[in-house]
């Protein structure tokens, strides 16, 4: 998907294009008056195609984006212009489009688990790693999918990490979740922020880009890695990679739904006994147990399975179906701190070294706090609606109070007693009058 821009790109100056920080034309505050000042003011404008790319008026189509601006601007609170976006995303389908259905991965790698759209949490998390994909020759960072819905600022999580695929395609590989598809994006959120922010354009165009995310990989020929977990049909990493055309919606039965969808079985006594049984919570897919991973991973020469798809109260989950003693045969790693703003559960990472790739280190975050994030109001709503059901609610109350003083008339010489009841237009008649006379 190549862009064309026809308008006359912004343009930047030789420094500008060779720094790692922008100077942003900010939002004015011309009369001082910001409540909260601490917080930055947003910039004023969307960045363009030669902010993004500052190498495009040189390089065209094969210049590459620089993935600092764009932090630096949307950690605050800014946008990219609608093209520059949507050549992100043709700029990434082309890598991912020549990716296998399971990429073999080698080095030191950090394995990321569910993010669902919590921008500053990722942003947070991942400015401990990405100076190592510049700085340290075979680093590299692999996500499990689950990059979308839920959190409010799914858009930017995207864009940050198509920035970073597109630089590092080699150091940087997104499998694919059960949220990347239009049934969850469509049931969820990712689609209305898509709409909302941009327009449905941008948002089929993302679906395309799903389609083409990877199923699964391995990790330094021990770990074996994939968003859900294995299924009843998958007997070898050959059946994926030779049975499934991932390029489509994922299927609600089969092999591929299965990669997505299921889960391990929880009790140690169930799984060891238990191959496959109904995942009755996700209403798809399977449980599976210890036998078939087992036979799986022995197959393969692998050591463990490395999976996200569930929240973990330590960011992650270690299943010792064999006993305490033993290399656990699956765990679980969650990458989205304080989930949904509610479950106050911690981050993990995944963590394997080429020096030692047997030693797995976990490594566990925190909320962000170190940047500072714009205040969101719920499912993202502006200050004009959220502020509705409040107006409403004092309209009624002054009505009331004004119904009340003056639908009874008292007659002076009854000594205060009741004579009649206004009727309700003449009633209605002075409420409006007052209205009129305490709105001028």
């Not at 404008?45 to 984006?65: E, F, I, S």
């Not at 940050?160 to 694919?176: A, E, G, H, S, W």
């Amino acid at each position: 998907m190549d862009i064309d821009f026809d308008e006359t790109p912004d343009l930047l100056t030789a420094s500008q294009m060779q720094s790692d920080h922008f100077v942003f034309d900010r939002l004015p505050d011309p009369l001082g008056d910001r409540v909260v000042k601490e917080v930055p003011l947003p910039p004023h404008r969307p960045l363009g195609v030669t902010q993004v790319y500052p190498q495009y008026l040189q390089y065209g189509n094969h210049a590459k984006p620089n993935y600092k601006i764009v932090r630096e601007c949307l950690v605050l609170d800014g946008t990219l212009e609608k093209k520059v976006l949507l050549k992100l995303i043709g700029d990434c389908l082309k890598v991912t489009a020549k990716e296998p259905n399971v990429v073999p991965r080698t080095g030191t790698v950090a394995i990321i688990g569910d993010v669902h759209g919590q921008f500053f949490d990722l942003v947070s998390m991942l400015d401990e790693f990405t100076p190592k994909l510049e700085g340290e020759s075979g680093f590299g960072l692999l996500f499990l999918g689950d990059y979308v819905d839920r959190g409010i600022q799914s858009v930017e999580v995207m864009a940050y990490l198509m920035c970073l695929k597109i630089l590092f395609p080699k150091q940087v590989t997104l499998l694919r979740g059960n949220h990347e598809s239009r049934s969850m994006t469509s049931y969820f959120t990712f689609r209305q922020e898509c709409v909302e922010k941009y327009d449905v354009e941008v948002y089929d165009a993302m679906m395309e880009l799903f389609d083409s995310l990877p199923l699964m990989a391995t990790v330094n020929e021990l770990y074996l890695c994939v968003h859900g977990g294995i299924s009843p049909e998958m007997f070898s990493l050959d059946d994926v990679n030779t049975k499934i055309n991932r390029f489509m919606e994922p299927p609600n039965v089969g092999l591929f739904c299965d990669l997505l969808w299921s889960d391990p079985i929880a009790e140690s006594d169930v799984a060891a006994v238990t191959d496959y049984q109904r995942n009755e919570a996700r209403d798809c897919s399977f449980l599976f147990g210890l036998r078939p991973l087992k036979n799986l991973l022995r197959k393969e020469r692998l050591l463990t399975l490395i999976r996200a798809h569930e929240v973990q109260q330590d960011g992650f989950n270690m299943y010792m179906w064999e006993g305490q003693e033993n290399f656990p045969l699956a765990i679980t790693i969650f990458s989205a701190p304080n989930y949904c703003g509610t479950y106050a559960n911690r981050a993990a990472v995944a963590i394997s070294n080429i020096a030692d790739p047997e030693q797995l280190k976990i490594q566990q975050f925190d909320p962000s706090q170190d940047l500072a994030k714009p205040y969101q109001l719920p499912n993202d709503m502006d200050v004009l609606h959220w502020s509705v059901p409040f107006l409403c609610d004092c309209i009624s109350k002054m009505f009331y109070a004004l119904l009340s003083q003056h639908n009874e008339i008292y007659d002076a010489d009854a000594e205060g007693q009741r004579l009649h009841e206004k009727p309700t237009e003449e009633v209605a008649a002075e409420v409006n009058l007052l209205l009129k006379r305490r709105l001028s």
